[in-house]
């Protein structure tokens, strides 16, 4: 099958949504498919990577134009240069407004969704507005949904009576021993499980803020917190973070990393903190999961959905909580220990990429693709 993806970022920016296309396609490219991606973009341009054809095309700095633009563009570019297309799959409510030009033509669709956009605190309540009418008109005009969370599909049941597959994102299974641990604990001063782990970008909605401010309340003896991520479309927000932790040198910002040191700091953390207020399905969360990391998280039907009872649960948006989490997990070692295997089992089970390939390829086939 030819498999059209449209909206998501540059791949290698490697967002919730980038990573998911990414990891998604090149299981498809195994079980013999022909996946393209389009991308926004800071170019106009077309390579190869893993295998898959991505396209990428420029847009409008404002975000709110800009995605249902790269939509139309990538719509209208995909259905007079790439033949034999078996499916467009639009990714979120703004470049799925345009899902119905390919079913003139014969051509079936569907819209992906990965969260609730207009929830996030980085609209205005203006842009929130616009954000729900969207979701409430894209609801009613794609004829296939899947959601990555099956909080999303109850959602969209209940407000919209419209039956949704859940699809949820997955996670490659990390190798079982690392390769170069010395040298990333050394050049961050980290110790092996001596550190609580933060991992996103840096926006408001996932509240490194309280994270910070719980951190620096609690009594955490030898124990630092890394912050791990970046936001260059908001750096205001990152050097307020950088003010937040002050001089407190047991708070270590990394910016964003990947590959090795990735894979470093995740097989090295003692707890992974998500003390977000708004989640689709986390991505990095099934990625601390498969390291075997007990977890402190918010409670919030998403975390919950992956988690089920086994974490240290804190209130959104609430330090005093986060305070109190952490202050336990360092003087409950063998308790949160017991979360290890629990947690890394559930996305064995059930959130492996070539599992959620093979879902993903059987709901096509459930819906007329061939």
């Not at 959620?356 to 819906?367: F, G, P, Q, W």
């Amino acid at each position: 099958m030819k498999i059209i993806f449209i909206g998501c970022r540059d791949i290698k920016l490697l967002g919730g949504i980038e990573a998911y296309m990414t990891n998604l396609t090149a299981e498809l490219v195994k079980l013999g498919h022909e996946p393209v991606i389009y991308c926004e973009s800071d170019r106009n341009a077309t390579e190869v990577h893993n295998g898959v054809k991505v396209i990428h095309m420029t847009g409008f700095k404002n975000n709110l134009i800009c995605k249902p633009w790269v939509g139309l563009k990538a719509t209208i570019h995909a259905l007079l240069k790439e033949k034999g297309i078996s499916i467009i799959h639009y990714n979120a409510w703004p470049p799925s407004l345009w899902s119905f030009i390919p079913r003139i033509f014969g051509i079936k669709s569907l819209m992906q969704g990965h969260g609730l956009e207009w929830q996030r605190s980085k609209y205005s309540p203006t842009k929130q507005k616009i954000l729900k009418f969207m979701e409430k008109v894209t609801a009613h005009t794609n004829q296939h949904l899947i959601m990555c969370s099956e909080g999303q599909t109850i959602y969209f049941k209940e407000k919209y009576n419209k039956t949704a597959t859940t699809i949820p994102t997955a996670v490659n299974l990390p190798p079982q021993e690392g390769k170069k641990e010395a040298e990333t604990l050394e050049k961050f001063g980290l110790v092996a499980k001596k550190y609580f782990l933060f991992m996103a970008r840096l926006v408001q909605d996932k509240n490194p803020d309280y994270l910070i401010k719980g951190f620096k309340a609690c009594n955490h003896g030898e124990f630092k917190l890394v912050i791990a991520g970046n936001n260059d479309a908001d750096p205001q927000y990152v050097d307020s973070l950088h003010k937040l932790a002050g001089d407190d040198k047991d708070i270590v910002f990394t910016d964003a990393i990947y590959g090795d040191e990735k894979d470093d700091i995740l097989r090295n953390a003692y707890t992974f903190c998500i003390p977000s207020t708004i989640e689709g399905l986390s991505i990095v969360l099934l990625e601390a999961m498969s390291y075997k990391l007990p977890v402190i998280a918010s409670d919030i039907d998403a975390n919950r959905e992956l988690l089920g009872d086994d974490a240290v649960w804190v209130k959104p948006e609430n330090s005093e909580d986060i305070s109190k989490a952490i202050e336990f997990c360092i003087e409950n070692k063998t308790t949160i220990k017991e979360f290890e295997t629990i947690n890394y089992n559930k996305v064995v089970e059930n959130y492996t990429w070539d599992k959620v390939a093979k879902k993903y390829i059987d709901y096509l086939h459930s819906i007329g693709v061939k």
